[in-house]
Structures are given as structure tokens and as C-alpha cells.
């Protein structure tokens, strides 16, 4: 995804925000990459509705917790059941938006060039202050970083998302490191925490050596 040109732009961004710079490596390492794609994978796999009954041809994704948005870029290149319009992208952290704009410019323009019209819009705001109606814009609702979040901020999430919304939830069982404050043991608890919330459950999981990554695709009751 991300060719020579990169270690250039990394570069830059080292050099505007140098404190953000392990940062941004570690939002391109080979895990998050390979979770990214395999997050895709399985998505295009899933049997959900609008697969077949949705009319619109275009759809909107939402991601919760965007980080950079690399997630954003690989739905666009590899998400093969309907064209995107959009994907919103919502991070807290305003400089997420500022460095994902760096990062991914290139791509953008490619993507352009080849008639590739998604829009990716980066939100900067915390995912507890988005309202029904912005969440009731979007046929597929993402959130990677579940760990990081207290257990009522994904429900309170939830609870906004209108009735067969498609949603898609990971997490891990890393607990070693201080920010995951909501980890879980094993896919089977990952999975129960959802089970009134979601209907069609289908559950994956993916061994990393020294933690395991969970995900679970459902449909919003």
C-alpha cells in the first residue's frame, strides 16, 4: 500500500511532530497491517442483507477510533462488495487527522487518477459525542480498538447504530500494555459481551505469537 515514497513522508511528519514518530511506525508495522487485511477478508466474506437487498449503490463506513485511517485505504483498495461513497474516519486526537492527511496525500491523488471516488473525511472528535443521526448515516460501523475503550462507551455506540447496521468489533488478550485497559481472555468472552447487541454473529481469531487478536461480525439488533 504504501511504496518508496513513504520513508519520505514519514520523514517529514518525523520532523513537524517528533514525538509522534514510533507512533506512526507502529500504526504501519506488520501486524497492524496484516490485521487490517484480514479484517477485510473476512468482511467481504460475511453474508450480511445488503449484500443482495440494499438498493443504494453506494455506502458509507464509519470508523470508531481511527488512529491514522490505514484501515480506511485498504477498504478502498480491497472491500469488493459495494462501492464506498464514504468513510468516516473519527479520532479524538486532532493530530491523527493531520497526520493521516500527510501520510496518505499520495494515495489520494492515485486514487482520484483512477476514477476512485470514496471520500475519506477525518473527524476529530471523541466517538462518546457522536449522535444517532451521524452514526444512522452509515451502513457499516468499525471499531479495532475495543481494548482501549471502557466497556459503556462501545455499548453507548451501539445503542446508536439503528437496527441492521453491520458492525464490526476487535479486540485482543495483550495485556501488557498500560493503555489496553479493556482486554479480554478469549474469543468466547469477546463474543459474549455482544450477544444482546448482535444478531449473525460470526467470530474469528488470529495468533500473533505473544497475543492473540479477536473479531466478531454481526448485525445490530
Known amino acids: 500500500m504504501l511504496d518508496i515514497n513513504t520513508i519520505e513522508i514519514i520523514r517529514k511528519i518525523f520532523e513537524r511532530w517528533p514525538k509522534r514518530f514510533v507512533d506512526v511506525l507502529n500504526s504501519l508495522n506488520e501486524k497492524q497491517q496484516v490485521s487490517k487485511d484480514w479484517l477485510v477478508e ?9 449484500r443482495h437487498k440494499l438498493k443504494k449503490d453506494r455506502i458509507s463506513i464509519m470508523l ?12 478502498i483498495e480491497k472491500f469488493n462488495v459495494k462501492k464506498i461513497d464514504r468513510i468516516y474516519c473519527v479520532d479524538f486526537d486532532p493530530k491523527s487527522k ?17 476514477g476512485i471516488l470514496t471520500q475519506v473525511n477525518f473527524r476529530d472528535k471523541d466517538i462518546k459525542d457522536l449522535t444517532k443521526e451521524e452514526m444512522s448515516n452509515c451502513e457499516i460501523i468499525i471499531n479495532t480498538s475495543c481494548e482501549h475503550l471502557e466497556q459503556q462507551i462501545i455499548y453507548d455506540n451501539l445503542d446508536k447504530c439503528p437496527s441492521g447496521t ?6 485482543n488478550n495483550y ?4 493503555e489496553h485497559i479493556n482486554t479480554v481472555e478469549n474469543l468466547q468472552e469477546f463474543v459474549s459481551q ?5 444478531i449473525n454473529i460470526q467470530m474469528y481469531e488470529k495468533d500473533f505469537l505473544d497475543y492473540k487478536r479477536f473479531m466478531i461480525i454481526g448485525i445490530k439488533r
Open 166 to 171: 453491520l458492525i464490526v468489533l476487535q479486540s
Open 194 to 198: 455482544y450477544q444482546s447487541h448482535l
Open 98 to 114: 493531520m497526520i493521516a492527511n500527510r501520510l496518505f496525500r499520495k494515495i489520494d491523488n492515485e486514487n482520484l487518477q483512477k
Open 42 to 50: 473476512k468482511l467481504n466474506d460475511y453474508k450480511y442483507p445488503f
Open 175 to 178: 495485556h501488557k500494555i498500560q
Open 64 to 75: 470508531l477510533c481511527s488512529w491514522y485511517g490505514m484501515l480506511a485505504y485498504k477498504l
